[in-house]
């Protein structure tokens, strides 16, 4: 007879040591992720740049990126790279979380964390009412835009530096228009 998988919680998370690495729940399953690479750092940091830049001076929320916890049950516990809380719900934002879904995350793909973003993270955004959801393809230099009520299985947007200039816009960023090419440069 097999024994039921251990569920773990944010407590159990909390007693790890630090270790340098994203450590997440979905479900009660842990999952461990290293550091990622230059290529992912540098288009996150291109990322950051243009929403910070864009949201800070008009007073418009919080943008946050990893590592920062979003625990959003006791068993769910996830670090996206990239988080923005509009300002009206800015009460979730915790000294050393996020205590529910935000408005935008956004996932830079790593070859060690493809598949958990694309399926697992995917399935838990959509389950806990995330805003939109973007993932992020340094290689493949893509945008897949994950938005609304639907059931996400493919993206409402999705955007390819190869098919020559394109544009990023999203109704949480009213008048942010971010080029393919500003993000992958």
Not at 51 to 66: E, N, Q, S, T
Request: with cysteine.
């Amino acid at each position: 007879m097999s024994r039921p998988a251990l569920k773990l919680r944010f407590s159990d998370l909390l007693a790890l040591p630090e270790d340098g690495k994203r450590h997440e729940l979905i479900d009660g399953e842990h999952y461990v992720s290293a550091s990622p690479t230059s290529r992912h750092q540098d288009v996150l940091r291109n990322l950051v740049l243009a929403i910070c830049g864009f949201v800070v001076p008009r007073r418009l929320g919080k943008v946050l990126f990893a590592p920062f916890d979003v625990l959003l049950s006791e068993r769910d516990v996830v670090v996206p790279d990239l988080l923005y809380i509009k300002r009206e719900r800015l009460a979730i934002v915790e000294l050393r979380f996020l205590r529910g879904a935000p408005d935008l995350a956004v996932e830079v793909l790593s070859p060690s964390t493809r598949q958990i973003d694309l399926r697992v993270k995917r399935r838990a955004y959509r389950k806990f009412g995330f805003g939109e959801y973007w993932v992020v393809d340094p290689v493949a230099e893509t945008i897949a835009v994950f938005r609304g009520e639907g059931d996400w299985m493919a993206p409402a947007l999705r955007l390819s530096r190869t098919s020559g200039p394109q544009e990023l816009t999203s109704p949480l960023f009213p008048g942010l228009v971010l080029t393919l090419d500003q993000i992958f440069e």
